[in-house]
């Protein structure tokens, strides 16, 4: 294994989930899914989210990373080729579900196979790796817009599956002079009932991966409300990944100097700005440029939530902080945003459901001023 081939990875894997998570809502919309639908279909997605992660990390210890990565991008590949022949309600409430299992583990993987390959090799880092990921996301992004402009969006389905199965030649073991091994732990419910300011951070986790839902995930529905065109829609989501570039290193920098708390609070605000401007002034040259700050929004929080959860975990289990990010921002939050906003969107429409979540996020980042407000009185002072 190189750097090279991990640089390649992450660049095919994430053109591979652009091309079809960036227009796939708007494949079941022009196909009569209604929103309550599409939310439905896209909780059922994350809803297995915090259960086949860390089981994949399990089998991924025992026969090594690029071995079992291969073979999840094998199946992800086949399973998003039928995809595209099934077009009935009741059957993707079944076949989502499926192919959840085996497409989730394929990020957090090859996230860890950097972070082993980094660790291993100091001249390169986590970052440094992930950063052709969201590269990878823009590109497709854009193409696929230009493209899909074009050509029938039906075609998403074989574009992305033949990204997956390219990734096979880069994953290939001849000799294994390393394994590398995800080493992901699990958590304890009842661990979290008996830390208090743990179990309170990991609401406010999920209460903000409900109020990122919209940005989340219906953002290409939002874009095609206000009349825009599949390749508007893929400048938007390459915005939003361009934009993460450069906030992650700055994000790590500003945690020396501000702390987890000052970075978070900054990400929260953000989200309630984004949410504003796509709700209170729709437009689309407005929301393009607002995609330029999911830089802060995501990069921010997610690099302030690992360093705080670190800290409120015991020493040697700082894994235990992504399984937790995994399981309450992106499965149980997302999932319940995701069964919200459908029903909502049928009724008012996107621009309605962005005023209303800027509200929930209003409130989420007060909750967590107060949060916070209250850990610098507690035990939690003395530990963050």
């Excluded at 094998?74 to 076949?95: H, M, P, V």
């Excluded at 945690?255 to 700005?273: D, E, F, N």
């Excluded at 992106?330 to 429409?349: A, E, H, R, V, Y």
Aim: aromatic share 16%.
């Amino acid at each position: 294994m190189s750097a090279g081939k991990i640089r390649a990875i992450y660049l095919l894997l994430y053109m591979g989930f652009a091309v079809w998570r960036v227009y796939y809502n708007v494949f079941l919309e022009d196909i009569g899914f209604t929103g309550a639908q599409i939310g439905t279909l896209n909780a059922l997605l994350l809803s297995t989210i915090f259960i086949v992660v860390p089981l994949w990390g399990y089998i991924a210890d025992k026969k090594g990373i690029r071995p079992t990565l291969k073979w999840l991008a094998w199946c992800t590949a086949l399973l998003i080729f039928i995809l595209g022949y099934i077009d009935t309600f009741w059957a993707l409430l079944f076949f989502i579900p499926l192919l959840s299992v085996f497409y989730h583990p394929l990020g957090p993987l090859t996230d860890a196979l950097a972070i082993q390959f980094a660790q291993n090799d100091k001249k390169h880092s986590f970052g440094s790796f992930r950063l052709w990921g969201s590269l990878g996301w823009a590109l497709a992004s854009v193409i696929g817009g230009m493209v899909f402009k074009r050509i029938a969006i039906s075609y998403i389905f074989g574009v992305s599956a033949l990204f997956f199965l390219t990734l096979s030649p880069l994953l290939i073991t001849h000799k294994r002079k390393k394994i590398y091994r995800p080493h992901f732990e699990s958590f304890k419910i009842s661990g979290l009932l008996s830390n208090k300011p743990l179990f309170v951070f990991i609401l406010i986790l999920t209460f903000y991966g409900i109020v990122c839902s919209p940005v989340n995930s219906y953002l290409n529905l939002y874009f095609k409300e206000l009349k825009a065109g599949n390749n508007i829609i893929g400048y938007a989501y390459a915005i939003m990944a361009f934009s993460e570039l450069p906030f992650f290193i700055l994000g790590n920098r500003l945690l020396k100097t501000l702390g987890a708390r000052s970075v978070i609070s900054i990400a929260m605000i953000v989200m309630v700005i984004r949410l504003m401007l796509y709700g209170f002034a729709p437009g689309i040259a407005v929301s393009l440029a607002t995609g330029a700050l999911q830089g802060i929004s995501l990069s921010f929080f997610l690099v302030g939530a690992v360093d705080y959860l670190h800290k409120l975990t015991p020493a040697g289990r700082h894994a235990t902080s992504q399984s937790i990010i995994w399981t309450c921002y992106s499965g149980i939050g997302q999932m319940l945003g995701n069964l919200f906003i459908g029903p909502i969107m049928d009724k008012l429409g996107m621009v309605s459901v962005m005023k209303i979540f800027t509200v929930a996020a209003l409130f989420c980042f007060i909750l967590t001023g107060l949060y916070f407000q209250m850990a610098k009185k507690q035990i939690i002072s003395s530990k963050v």
